[in-house]
DNA sequence: GCCAACGTTGGC
DNA sequence: GCCAACGTTGGC
């Protein structure tokens, strides 16, 4: 079992939409960055657990936990080209983005900021502080224990 | 809204 | 394959 960081904007898909849900699956759809796909694709888990993060917005940090449902299968929105994540080079026989389906796990009673896990020195590593832009990453289980003590 | 960091595109 | 120009992410 692994873990994982996934970063969503609230206005767009918060904590409160993946809850919601109610134990459905919610595709975790729209990665458009080849890092980030090629985690998605080669190492998120059915059973892997991953932070829910709050970016670009107003309160930004971690809002609880969803869990992996489903690995990695071809993001349908790379072939519907009303859909705002279209990408004209993608075919059914060739996909180049992908998806994974999650469910809703826990809220965190508060949100866990980003200016305290910038301050916890044991978060040092953590990707999120040291890379800025990449939407899944992995997350330790040092680091996983530390945050889950935080929220 | 600004701007730093970083990813992507495209000419050569 | 290099690199300049440009676009996007994302915190503040």
Redesign the pocket.
Do not use: F, M, P, T
């Given at each position: 079992m692994a873990y994982w960081l996934l970063?969503t904007?609230p206005d767009e898909f918060s904590i409160d939409d993946l809850a919601g849900r109610n134990g459905s699956p919610e595709p975790w759809n729209g990665i458009?960055?080849?890092?980030a796909r090629n985690i998605l694709r080669d190492q998120v888990s059915v059973g892997d657990e991953a932070l829910i993060?709050h970016?670009?917005?107003k309160q930004?940090g971690i809002a609880g936990i969803a869990a992996v449902s489903r690995a990695a299968y071809a993001d349908p929105d790379q072939f519907n080209p009303e859909s705002k994540y279209f990408d004209p080079k993608a075919s059914e026989n060739d996909p180049r983005w992908f998806c994974v389906d999650v469910v809703f796990k826990r809220k965190f009673p508060r949100l866990v900021p980003?200016?305290e896990l910038?301050r916890q020195a044991g978060l040092a590593n953590m990707v999120l502080l040291r890379?800025?832009?990449?939407?899944v990453q992995a997350v330790t289980a040092e680091e996983w224990k530390l945050i889950l003590q935080m929220a």
């Open positions: 970063k904007e458009r960055n080849y890092q993060y970016s670009s917005c930004v980003l200016a910038k890379q800025g832009r990449l939407s």
